[in-house]
């Protein structure tokens, strides 16, 4: 027997956190992308912040894909 939990969100509530996390990571995203001075030759400083940017790049691209989805199971036109 499944036992549904009282903290199910509604898809209406879905949206609204993705909506925040989103307008979050592109805050994130958009500061280290203006800080970022590209890789020097050698440097594994340079290294892992090209590979945290683009972590967070994927990141702010999969949450638009998600709410993209979401927003077309419930109908939402943009």
């Keep these: ?3 549904m939990s009282d903290n199910v969100l509604t898809d ?3 949206l609204d956190a993705l909506y925040k996390k989103l307008v979050e990571a592109e805050e994130k995203y958009k500061f280290r ?3 970022f ?3 020097a030759h050698e ?3 340079g ?3 090209f ?3 683009k972590v967070r790049e994927d990141f ?3 949450l638009k894909l998600e709410i993209k989805a979401l927003e077309e199971k419930m109908g939402i036109k943009k």
Excluded: C, P, T
């Design 33 to 35: 992308l203006k800080n």
């Design 37 to 39: 001075r590209g890789v």
């Design 60 to 62: 702010v691209q999969s």
């Design 12 to 14: 209406r509530e879905k």
């Design 43 to 45: 440097s594994a400083m």
């Design 47 to 49: 290294e892992l912040a």
């Design 51 to 53: 590979s945290d940017l």
């Design 1 to 3: 027997m499944k036992i």
